[in-house]
């Protein structure tokens, strides 16, 4: 006889008691915007925070699911539990995840120490949704010691990554014009690992020159005692299908978490990290509040009327808009 379904009680405490199915639930739950979700995370929240969190970003191609098998599969040989949060570009029709890239951790499906999920981005620009950075969570709340977040690869737009994980790890493959776009880009300033995958490649030693270059110009502004106190960055090079070079990779993310827990910047990543989760949560349900609230606004369609017929600017019709004030308190409350 088929179990009895789960109550929320008992979905929260099998979720934190690591039960795989219930994660599953939860994170269906977050997904579908269902408020039981939403009051399964109030409820587990407290047990987070013990994770270590790795966020993976970088261009389409560079490698990224290839290379979180290969680090998933070094680190369950270390006895760490792994969770892995894959988001996919939205399916324009379904808004579901394209899951093709999941092909690449096929092998760790059976594994129960692994739990991998992949999410659609549901059109988030910097590659996550809010539904992502709650099932982020409860993977941590479920036990894992390792949580790995792959971003969808939009290249330059993609640092949101960087509000949502402890240690951030960029991939790049050499031979790429993604990848020399990533060079000129504000993502540079984000990573506190650089891969470059695929290192076979003829042209990764002139890649490492032109990374290190870029890093070096990112000292000019320090004084000599900030760089030397400061978390040099590693760039390491890597041939993911084959395992070359995970385990530098996974010896410079533990340093690298050893040198922000001695540093005291772990807690002080959170604290930033949790303050602009708030705000990004906070201005998408504004936002969908709003559209809800004008959808049907008279008013609203005749102010965009005027911006259409170049009768007034957007940012003067914005104004107004915020000016009148009952759509967006409705939104707000």
Partial sequence: MIARAMTDATLAQRLLQGD??????????????????????????????????VGFTGPPGAGKSTLIGALTKARREAGRTVGVLSIDP???????????????????????????????NRGALGGLSEAALQAALLLDAAGRKDVFVETVGVGQAEIDIIDHADTIVL???????????????????????IVINKADHPLTDTMVREIRGVLSLANLD??????????????????????????????SLEAHRSHILEAG???????????????????????????????????????????????????????????????VQRAIE
């Avoid at 994170?27 to 925070?49: A, F, K, M, S």
């Avoid at 014009?177 to 506190?192: H, N, R």
């Avoid at 960055?233 to 530098?248: L, S």
């Fill in 222 to 251: 320090r004084s000599p005692e900030q760089v030397r106190a400061s978390w040099r960055v590693p760039i390491i090079k890597t041939e993911a299908t084959h395992g070359k070079g995970v385990q530098e990779l996974v010896e």
């Fill in 171 to 193: 991939v790049l493959m050499p031979g790429s014009g993604d990848s020399i776009q990533a060079l000129k880009a504000g993502v540079m300033e984000i990573p506190d690992v």
């Fill in 265 to 327: 910047q772990l807690e002080e990543r959170r604290r930033r990290n949790l303050h602009n989760e708030v705000l990004a949560i906070a201005t998408a349900r504004l936002r969908r509040g709003l559209e809800e609230d004008l959808a049907e606004d008279t008013d609203f369609q005749r102010l965009l009327e005027e911006v259409v017929k170049r009768q007034l600017d957007p940012a003067s019709a914005a104004t107004l808009l915020l000016e009148r004030g009952s759509p």
């Fill in 90 to 120: 939205s399916s324009p029709f379904t808004q579901g995840a394209l899951l093709g890239d999941r092909i690449r951790l096929s092998e760790h499906f059976l594994d129960p120490g692994v739990f991998i999920r992949s999410m659609a």
């Fill in 20 to 53: 795989r199915r219930a994660l599953a639930r939860a994170i269906t739950l977050v997904e579908d915007d269902r408020p039981e979700g939403w009051e399964l995370v109030r409820e587990v929240y407290p047990h987070t925070g013990h994770a270590a969190v």
